[in-house]
């Protein structure tokens, strides 16, 4: 089993930045893709970024490609979600998820067997 917590959450303002913190413990973190996901009041849950194993490849949902970085840190068992930017669409709780790396990072949140708690990002116009 992996446990994830997420930190880093918030209330800003429109424009501002965030750093989300994904620690994991558990099984070797290196081993698993990591992925950040949101879900919003009333929407369906959405693909914000994913990670590949070693770091090398990164995916970003469209509305947030250019404005968010995704990152992870093996030796420190940690993932994160550079946020710059924000709208007050980013509005949402976000969740850490993982998956074992003998799968390419997707999209579809079934796919991810490991979840954290979620941490709110409130984004005020």
């Known amino acids: 089993q992996v446990q994830l917590v997420e930190s880093g959450g918030g209330l800003v303002q429109a424009g501002a930045s965030l750093r989300l913190s994904c620690s994991a413990s558990?099984?070797?973190?290196?081993?698993?893709?990591i992925a950040w996901f949101r879900q919003a009041p009333g929407l369906e849950q959405e693909f914000v970024a994913g990670?590949?194993?070693?770091?090398?490849?990164?995916y970003y949902g469209d509305s947030v490609k250019g404005r968010f970085t995704i990152s992870r840190d093996n030796a420190k068992d940690t993932g994160y979600l550079q946020m710059n930017s924000l709208k007050p669409e980013d509005t949402a709780i976000y969740y850490c998820?993982?998956?074992?790396?003998?799968?390419?990072?997707?999209?579809?949140?079934?796919?991810?067997?490991?979840w954290g708690q979620g941490t709110q990002v409130t984004v005020s116009s």
């Open positions: 998820a993982a998956q074992h790396g003998a799968i390419t990072v997707t999209t579809t949140p079934q796919w991810y067997a490991y």
């Open positions: 558990g099984r070797t973190f290196s081993e698993y893709n």
């Open positions: 990670i590949n194993t070693a770091g090398g490849r990164t």
